[in-house]
């Protein structure tokens, strides 16, 4: 079935509400805008505003909320428009959702999902662009998603809310349109791994969410140069499955980390280290990064696309480390 | 020009503003969209008309009203909504960021209920300096749920601030009725903190600017905050993309009644007929020039990317492919 990754993780919303009444969906225009990137499109019209619940401007207060439901037995999905505003409710995911279970000494853990869009790439500029999911994956506590393909978009959901701890899953703005197939019965879904987007044997290029579309066109212009990249889609921001990367890179001995976050104190930096420090002696060229460029988000089309990682520059810095 | 004639005009520019930038969105020239001011008009200009040049407001993301109504340039104003080297930003702020620091504005700010803080500290500072400035801080319905606004009404009141909290109820944030968002009453939460607030007419420049020159009085003398709520109605759409993907959360019937009262018409009528055809020509022509002004200037170039990061012209990361 030909489905877009907005339409997947809608169903995946729905199958949820549908099988456990426990699920319900709150958020800033949820309802009746079916959420700001229309994803929720549909849902208010099934299950009612008890279950499809719009929030007043409060995305601390009702983060908080829902970590009050969540310890209270629900299980909610909290949407958060975009990654900058879910900066407004940062203390309530990192100062609670994640520190409960711990602090408590386990005698309370917080079974929450908040979904968030993150990225840029439609001219939204500074306070609505940016990639910050690197900074929460920094968070012990929380699981952090990042679902690239359709089918990840559409399977994620169920394993995060059975998890009895805190997931968030990042959802690329650029991402909604893109589609892909699906089978009729959806297969269980990992949230522990990274998966192999393609296989190749010259160099790993690692990356997740948003960026797959400009790794695999680079890959696709890699291959015309005659060099074969692997593209290992991290899938799972936090914990980091080490193992499918160290893999990868065993085979390759080159590794460039995309990411749209920026480089400095980041996810890619973490990736890096950790081939550093597992992978150092298979490696025969240093890891190289490209990240976003360490500005804000600019509006204008030119520079915008100029901040971000293209894939021209993820081909270059192939080619350099391939020396080809 | 007359008080009457004034007004009339600064709300004709933004509302013409409004149409032209909203065909730019439909040609695809200013690609993220604009959240339209179109109804709000009488707010921004009445407020703006009551302030002295080096007076400071701040602005939201539904912005260009405040901005234009504060006395920026329309042409770069349109420019940067184009994403154009000729924009007040430079074309780094677009739609939802495009202010003018030289006259007074200090930013148009997109996370909701943000810029109140900001207003109130810059008017802290301007009173520490022992200047007789006052500040006013536009902001909708939506935002007065934000925690860090009610954390400001307190700072405001607690220590004089000679700012001014400017609430456009226009009925909705997004697709949520004020009602349905809104625990007890909007001047209640200001009350709360010992800030003097009222309620006017938003649709009508002269009753704005009355309330607006009250505010500013008492902000001036060291009276300190006070808060107005402007009803008012939002005639088009939250943004542009509803005009794509239309959501049903008014009926086409309640906008229609909801713009019956319009802050042009009301203004408009009060000018002898010739002299207000003599504005709409004007602005005509000075939007005419906007458009192709911003059509014509420049894209900025890709490398202006990393510029303006810090002060000395530091780049975080010079020469790293
Ligand atoms: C902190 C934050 N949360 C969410 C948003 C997304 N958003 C932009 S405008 C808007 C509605 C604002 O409503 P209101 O304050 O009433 O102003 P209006 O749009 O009606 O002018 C929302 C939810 C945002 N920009 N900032």
């Given at each position: 079935?030909?489905t877009t990754?907005r339409e997947a993780?809608?169903?995946a919303?729905?199958e949820?509400?549908r099988?456990d009444?426990?699920?319900?969906l709150?958020?800033?225009?949820?309802?009746r805008?079916?959420?700001a990137?229309g994803v929720?499109?549909?849902l208010?019209?099934?299950?009612?505003?008890?279950?499809i619940?719009?929030t007043?401007l409060?995305?601390s207060a009702f983060?908080?909320?829902?970590i009050?439901?969540?310890i209270?037995?629900?299980?909610?999905?909290?949407?958060?428009?975009?990654?900058?505003f879910?900066?407004?409710?940062l203390?309530?995911i990192?100062?609670n959702?994640a520190t409960?279970?711990h602090?408590?000494?386990?005698?309370?853990?917080?079974?929450?999902?908040?979904?968030m869009?993150?990225?840029a790439?439609?001219q939204?500029?500074?306070q609505?662009?940016?990639?910050?999911e690197?900074?929460?994956?920094?968070?012990?506590g929380?699981?952090?998603l990042a679902?690239?393909?359709?089918?990840?978009?559409r399977?994620m959901?169920?394993p995060?809310l059975?998890?009895?701890?805190?997931v968030l899953?990042?959802?690329h703005g650029?991402?909604?349109?893109?589609e892909g197939e699906?089978?009729?019965?959806i297969p269980?879904c990992d949230?522990s791994?990274?998966?192999?987007g393609?296989?190749?044997?010259?160099v790993?290029v690692i990356?997740y969410?948003?960026?797959?579309?400009?790794?695999i066109?680079?890959a696709d212009?890699?291959?015309?140069?005659?060099?074969?990249?692997e593209?290992?889609d991290?899938r799972?921001l936090?914990?980091?499955?080490?193992a499918?990367?160290m893999?990868?890179?065993?085979?390759?001995?080159?590794?460039?980390?995309v990411?749209?976050g920026?480089?400095?104190?980041?996810?890619s930096?973490?990736?890096?280290?950790?081939?550093t420090?597992?992978a150092?002696f298979?490696l025969d060229?240093?890891?190289?990064?490209v990240?976003?460029?360490?500005v804000?988000?600019p509006?204008?089309?030119?520079?915008?696309?100029?901040?971000?990682?293209?894939p021209?520059r993820?081909?270059r810095t192939?080619r350099?480390?391939?020396?080809? | 020009?007359?008080?009457?004639?004034?007004?009339?005009?600064?709300?004709r520019?933004?509302?013409?503003?409004e149409?032209?930038?909203?065909e730019?969105?439909?040609?695809?020239?200013?690609?993220g969209g604009?959240?339209?001011?179109?109804?709000q008009?009488?707010?921004?200009?009445?407020f703006c008309?009551a302030l002295?040049?080096?007076d400071?407001i701040?602005?939201t993301?539904?912005?260009?009203?405040?901005v234009?109504?504060?006395?920026a340039d329309?042409s770069?104003m349109?420019a940067?909504l184009a994403g154009?080297?000729?924009?007040?930003?430079?074309?780094r702020g677009?739609s939802?960021?495009?202010a003018?620091?030289?006259?007074?504005?200090?930013?148009a700010?997109?996370?909701?209920?943000?810029?109140?803080a900001i207003?109130?500290?810059?008017?802290w500072?301007?009173?520490?300096?022992?200047?007789d400035?006052?500040?006013?801080?536009f902001?909708?319905?939506?935002?007065?749920s934000?925690g860090?606004?009610?954390e400001?009404?307190n700072l405001?009141s607690?220590?004089?601030?000679?700012?001014?909290?400017?609430?456009?109820?226009?009925g909705?944030?997004?697709t949520?009725?004020t009602?349905?968002?809104?625990?007890g009453?909007i001047?209640?939460?200001?009350?709360?903190?010992?800030?003097p607030a009222?309620?006017?007419?938003?649709m009508?420049?002269v009753t704005?600017?009355?309330?607006?020159r009250a505010a500013?009085?008492?902000a001036?003398?060291?009276?300190?905050?006070?808060f107005v709520e402007c009803?008012?109605?939002r005639?088009?759409a939250h943004?542009t993309?509803e005009?794509?993907?239309?959501p049903?959360?008014?009926?086409?019937?309640?906008v229609v009644a909801?713009?019956?009262?319009d802050?042009?018409?009301?203004?408009g009528?009060?000018?002898?007929?010739d002299?207000?055809?003599?504005i709409?020509d004007?602005?005509?022509?000075l939007?005419e020039e906007?458009?192709?002004?911003?059509l014509?200037?420049p894209e900025?170039?890709?490398h202006?990317?990393?510029?303006?990061?810090?002060?000395?012209?530091m780049?975080?990361?010079a020469?790293?492919?």
């Open positions: 079935m030909r990754y993780v809608r169903e919303i729905r949820a509400m099988a009444s426990r699920v319900f709150m958020g800033e225009d949820v309802g805008y079916g959420g990137f929720s499109l549909g208010l019209e099934e299950f009612g505003p008890d279950r619940r719009d007043p409060s995305e983060t908080g909320a829902g009050g439901a969540a209270g037995g629900m299980r909610p999905i909290v949407e958060i428009m975009t990654v900058n879910s900066l407004l409710a203390d309530q990192m100062n959702a409960l279970r602090m408590s000494n386990g005698q309370i853990g917080v079974p929450l999902v908040i979904r869009t993150t990225g790439g439609r939204l500029a500074a609505h662009s940016h990639s910050l690197g900074w929460y994956s920094h968070i012990p929380l699981r952090i679902p690239a393909t359709v089918a990840d978009a399977g959901l169920a995060a059975a998890d009895p701890d805190p899953i990042f959802e650029s991402l909604y349109n893109t699906l089978p009729e019965s269980t949230i791994s990274a998966a192999i393609r296989t190749g044997t010259d790993t990356t969410g948003g960026t797959m579309p400009a790794v066109s680079a212009e890699l291959a015309t140069l005659g060099i074969s990249a593209v290992v991290l799972v936090r914990p980091l499955n080490d499918t990367i893999q990868s890179v065993r085979k390759t001995h080159r590794a460039v980390v990411d749209e920026w480089r400095s104190g980041s996810l930096a973490e990736v890096s280290a950790r081939i420090e597992q150092f298979d060229a240093p890891v190289m990064r990240c976003t460029e360490e804000p988000i509006y204008a089309k030119h520079l915008e696309e100029a901040a971000l990682p293209r021209e993820i081909v192939a350099e480390l391939v020396g080809r | 020009m007359s008080d009457a004639a004034a007004l009339y005009r600064a709300v520019l933004i509302r013409r503003f149409e032209r930038a909203i730019l969105v439909r040609s695809g020239v200013i690609v604009i959240h339209p001011y179109i109804g008009e009488a707010i921004a200009v009445g008309a002295r040049p080096g400071l701040t602005s993301h539904r912005g260009h009203g405040h234009l109504a504060k006395g329309p770069r349109l940067e154009r080297s000729t924009g007040l930003n430079r074309g677009g939802m960021h495009a003018d620091f030289s006259i007074g504005i200090l930013g700010n997109a996370i909701v209920g943000a810029a109140g207003a109130t500290g810059a008017a500072a301007a009173q520490r300096a022992g200047q400035k006052v500040v006013v801080t902001f909708g319905d939506g935002a007065v934000q860090v606004l009610l400001t009404f405001a607690l220590w004089k601030i000679p700012v001014i909290f400017v609430c456009e109820n226009n909705f944030a997004t949520m009725r009602e349905e968002a809104v625990a009453s001047t209640g939460r200001a009350e709360a903190f010992g800030i009222r309620t006017v007419d938003g009508d420049p704005v600017l009355d309330a607006a500013v009085d008492l001036r003398s060291g009276g300190g905050p006070s009803l008012t109605y005639f088009d943004h993309w005009h794509a993907a239309r049903r959360y008014r009926t086409d019937e309640e909801g713009s019956t009262r802050p042009m018409e009301i203004q009528s009060r000018l002898p007929a002299l207000r055809a003599g709409d004007e602005i005509e022509i939007l906007a458009v192709r002004f911003a014509e200037s900025p170039d890709e202006e990317a990393l510029d303006y990061l810090y002060a000395d012209g780049r975080a990361r020469g790293v492919a």
